[in-house]
């Protein structure tokens, strides 16, 4: 289906009960819809917005067009929870209601502030020659939930020397400052992030440009989330126009992290070591991390791509949201961990421990289609090594290790229905290690996989048949030592 400027801009209140019922009924009926994921009722999402810790709960936020599988008139959906695993659906949180939202409610940020949970957006305006207009907006969430949004912006001019393409604030406080950071476009096409002050969330300072010693890195920094960490000053974002370089930057759209001396905002100076990925899979955009009331910084990322068709379209839904993750650094590197709490999710368990030697097993209970599993392969001499999953008749998805070139390899060739294959099937990174770990979520149409306990991480969309739901491992040239254990999920 085509979508026409006027259909993607159609408000929600504009569709009859009748038709939102059939839309429901009929994303209801996909046979990819997520068990333990965060994933839209109807429509597309993408960004993960707003997510933070307020009134004892979890709050996230997402961007959402309820209409159908397309990028259109943008809201924030709300959803929230206790535990970080079941998320209980609170309904719009942030409608297009005004001037300048009336294209859309884009990406932000939130933090508490007098007992209030202060929601910091950019709100998307066209005028009638079809030109972009962004704003910094506000919206304020009480104890009680309600919401209510400042009439007028609290930023709103584009400082000179930036495009339109001007967005994603995320905001944080230092001693009594707010600070937020916001993705950016030079006027001469070429990605980076300014910096915003404020003494109340409300009346904002222009500080300027954050210098980095990335010079000219693609055409758009979106979602900037600057943090410190372990006395490191670490900022992620997402930039747009990165051409692939041997196994990195493969997808349309790449995100990562530069990490040093924390942000001298005097200066506007960080100290960094180059930019690395955040995730080595196909479908990973757009994160944002939080602090919770532990302490913890958490990230939660869009497990998909902008501008990329995916199998659900037909059945009237796009996208899902990644699992969060605990984030600590080691070697000028993000690790990312699975929180505890998806321990809970954690049902029959299976245990193997076995050599495999030139050769494919498989076991009793090592089957499904939602499932937690962690494969430990040591004292290996194999030339490669791994496990294949969600296997059928004619379908699978590998992960496996190559000890001569030393790296992990995804491979989706052949995992069912086909997703931009214009970009390729394969995904690797480099890994040098005597002992390789692989820590598996399998849901009905995702993986995500750690890799060395976070080393690194393979994210990625998947869309094999209901009934691919084996599990082989193998060895090639060799053997290896297997201890797997795996959890079935309801």
Known sequence: ????????????????????????????GCKWRQTFHIQPETGLLNDPNGFSYFNGEYHLFYQ?????????????????SKNLVHWENVGIGIAPTNEYDSHGCYSGSAIEHEGKLYLLYTGNSRDRNWIRHSYQC?????????????????????????????????????????????????????????LYSSNDLINWKFEGEIKTNLGAFGYMWECPDYFELQGYGVLIFSPQGIEPYEDHYQNLYQSGYIIGEKLDVERLSLSHAPFQEIDRGFDFYAPQTMVDGNGR???????????????????????????????TISDNKLIQKPVKE????????????DVIDQEKKMYNGFIGTTFEMICDFENFDAKEFGVEFRVGDCEKTIIKYDSIQKKVILDRTFSGQPVAEEYGTVRKCFLD??????????????????????????????????????????????????????????
């Not at 399998?442 to 994210?459: A, K, L, P, R, Y």
């Open 1 to 28: 289906m085509i979508w026409t400027t006027e259909q993607r801009y159609r408000r929600i209140e504009e569709a009859s009960a009748e038709e939102l019922s059939e839309l429901r009924a009929k994303v209801k």
């Open 64 to 80: 959402w067009f309820p209409l159908g599988p397309v990028h259109g008139l943008k809201y924030w959906y709300h959803t929230k």
């Open 138 to 194: 506000l919206a304020i969430m009480d104890q009680t939930g309600k919401i209510e949004k400042r009439k007028e912006p609290v930023i709103h001019h584009i400082p000179n020397g930036y495009t339109n393409h001007f967005r994603d604030p995320k905001v944080w406080k230092e001693g009594k400052t707010f600070f937020t950071v916001i993705g950016a476009q030079r006027e001469n096409k070429t990605g980076c992030v300014v």
């Open 297 to 327: 910084r958490i990230l939660i990322g869009w497990m998909g791509m902008p501008e990329i068709e995916y199998p659900t379209d037909k059945s009237g839904w796009a996208h899902c949201l990644t699992l969060p993750r605990e984030l």
């Open 342 to 353: 998806l321990e809970l999710l954690r049902k029959q368990q299976y245990e193997i421990k």
């Open 433 to 490: 290690a005597a002992k390789v770990k692989f820590h598996l979520f399998v849901d009905t149409s995702s993986v995500e996989i750690f890799i060395n306990d976070g080393e690194e991480v393979f994210t990625s969309r998947i869309f094999p048949q209901e009934d691919s739901k084996g599990i082989r491992f193998f060895a090639e040239g060799g053997k290896v030592l297997l201890h797997t254990t795996k959890w079935d999920f309801e």
